[in-house]
């Protein structure tokens, strides 16, 4: 054992590390924190469980909001990527013998068709420190351990109480559905439709991108399989997560659920993919406002001034089109065979007897 001490000592240090690294962000996550806490506790009480979970869910809804530009990234390299699955199995087939070949025209069609496979996971790995940084707040704040500037210190331990304290219809913000510390009890009640409600929320939203946002071809290519992966692993992963982790996180993790499916809603209904069910519903409501889909791109902005723009403009079109069509002779139709009807039909000169003659 003294032979890996060396060993052990730096390991030791790990947690310290990661600790230093993460100051600067758990300055920002309870700074926003208690800064929304101040506002709110004029109307609901200082040491109130509302006031703290309102607070978390407003400084979730500054992370994603601070995140949409990096999620619209997300969604165009995901879309470029769907549209390469047919060019990708063009090339798996023409290289299927030489990995090496293959792997590196991959990579040059990626870099010619400017699509990042990576950017699809960067808003969840930015999202991922903040995450982790409330969830060290908030266990900390429950063990009586503070994280974070805006509540370390003589002058802010009343804050640390508060937060440490705090409950929600009974149950703790620093409450867990597991380990059951008094068996079970309000806090397994509570935390338990939470997280039902966010696995749901997580399925419905991987299920809807799933049907109603992937082509014909993209859902029959690998992105299809991993679709498929993450419809069930998703939600498997969160019952994991609802179950142990403290309610303050679980209102931070609901709540960025929700967010994302409703995000996914807006983008699949305004922003959908060519050749999908999406974009097959987005051109039928175009048309019923009289606006023609091909003039329009999905995500465009559609203004009142802009869609009173294209109206007239295809009215303009109509108007032409059947001056075009005005303009052209009508043709003629061709006068049926005349048929005469007391006259014997001749037969033909080859089936006529030697004998007989034309009459």
């Known amino acids: 054992m003294e032979l890996l001490q060396p060993l052990l000592i730096p390991l030791a240090g790990i947690n310290d590390f990661f600790s230093t690294v993460a100051q600067p962000l758990y300055w920002v996550v309870s700074g926003i924190m208690v800064g929304f806490h101040k506002l709110l506790s004029p109307v609901l009480g200082t040491s109130s469980g509302w006031t703290w979970g ?6 979730t809804l500054v992370v994603r909001v601070a995140m949409i530009p990096l999620f619209m990234r997300q969604i165009q390299s995901t879309r470029g990527m769907q549209e390469l699955q047919p060019k990708l ?11 090496d070949r293959l792997g590196q025209e991959t990579m040059k069609l990626y870099k010619d068709e400017g699509v990042n496979p990576m950017a699809s996971c960067l808003p969840l790995l930015i999202q991922m420190p903040f995450f982790l940084s409330l969830y060290r ?15 370390s210190g003589p002058e802010h331990q009343a804050l640390l109480d508060s937060l440490t304290h705090a409950t929600i219809f009974g149950v ?5 559905f597991w380990p059951m510390v008094d068996g079970f009890s309000g806090v397994q009640v509570l935390t338990g439709l939470m997280t039902l409600v966010m696995v749901v929320a997580q399925f419905l939203t991987q299920r809807q991108m799933f049907t109603q946002n992937m082509s014909p071809q993209a859902m029959e290519g690998p992105m299809a ?6 419809l069930y692993l998703f939600p498997a992963m969160y019952i994991f997560f609802g179950a142990t982790i403290p309610l303050g996180v679980l209102i ?6 929700l967010w994302s499916m409703g995000q996914q809603e807006w983008i699949i209904r305004n922003n959908p993919t060519a050749g999908t069910p999406a974009y097959l519903a987005w051109e039928e409501r175009l048309a019923a406002k009289g606006i023609n889909p ?3 791109r999905p995500g465009d902005k559609l203004t009142r001034a802009r ?3 294209l109206k007239e403009e295809e009215a303009v079109e109509a108007a032409a089109r059947a001056e075009e069509a005005g303009k052209q002779p009508k043709k003629l139709k061709a006068a049926p065979p005349t048929v005469q009807r007391n006259q014997p039909a001749q037969k033909p000169r080859a089936q006529r007897g030697p004998n007989q003659k034309k009459k």
């Open 54 to 59: 309102l607070s978390i869910v407003l400084l």
């Open 89 to 99: 199995k063009e090339l798996q087939k023409k290289y299927a013998d030489d990995r």
């Open 137 to 151: 707040v908030i266990d900390g704040a429950s063990r009586g351990v503070a994280r974070g500037s805006w509540l």
């Open 172 to 176: 703790p913000l620093s409450g867990k």
């Open 225 to 230: 399989q991993q679709q498929k992966m993450m």
């Open 252 to 257: 931070y993790l609901l709540t960025t659920t």
């Open 294 to 296: 091909r003039k329009v």
């Open 307 to 309: 869609i009173a723009e």
